[in-house]
Nanobody, 124 residues
Framework: QVQLVESGGGLVQAGDSLRLSCAAS????????MGWFRQTPGKEREFVAT????????YYADSVKGRFTISRDNTKNTVYLQMNSLKPEDTAVYYC?????????????????WGQGTQVTVSS
């Protein structure tokens, strides 16, 4: 059974930093794209960042570019999201995702496995 478990969310003030982690189990994703998406109440889930299997190709949403950094450790089957200079508009539930078939993609529809989500709240 494939599981993605996120951790690292919490309540912080604007300007602070958080580091999200997502540990995968049940299969290896070393050859798969992984990524982060987020959702706020009443809105559709949106793309934040994705990383190719090798870590060479990385994509960011314009809203987080320059502030967030995605990385992965294939030896630990884990993907990270370092979030700096957080803003109140970054408040959301953050979801980790992994693709079964794609080694390099940024499209939500190409991700097959999802974590349960971790809440990030940024106060002003």
């Amino acid at each position: 059974q494939v599981q993605l478990v996120e951790s690292g969310g919490g309540l912080v003030q604007a300007g602070d930093s958080l580091r999200l982690s997502c540990a995968a189990s049940g299969r290896t994703f070393s050859s798969s794209a992984m990524g982060w998406f987020r959702q706020t109440p009443g809105k559709e889930r949106e793309f934040v960042a994705t990383i190719s299997w090798s870590g060479i190709r990385i994509y960011y949403a314009d809203s987080v570019k320059g502030r967030f950094t995605i990385s992965r450790d294939n030896t630990k089957n884990t993907v990270y999201l370092q979030m700096n200079s957080l803003k109140p508009e970054d408040t959301a539930v953050y979801y980790c995702a992994a693709s079964r078939s794609f080694s390099d993609t940024r499209y939500e529809g190409n991700f097959d496995y999802w974590g349960q989500g971790t809440q990030v709240t940024v106060s002003s």
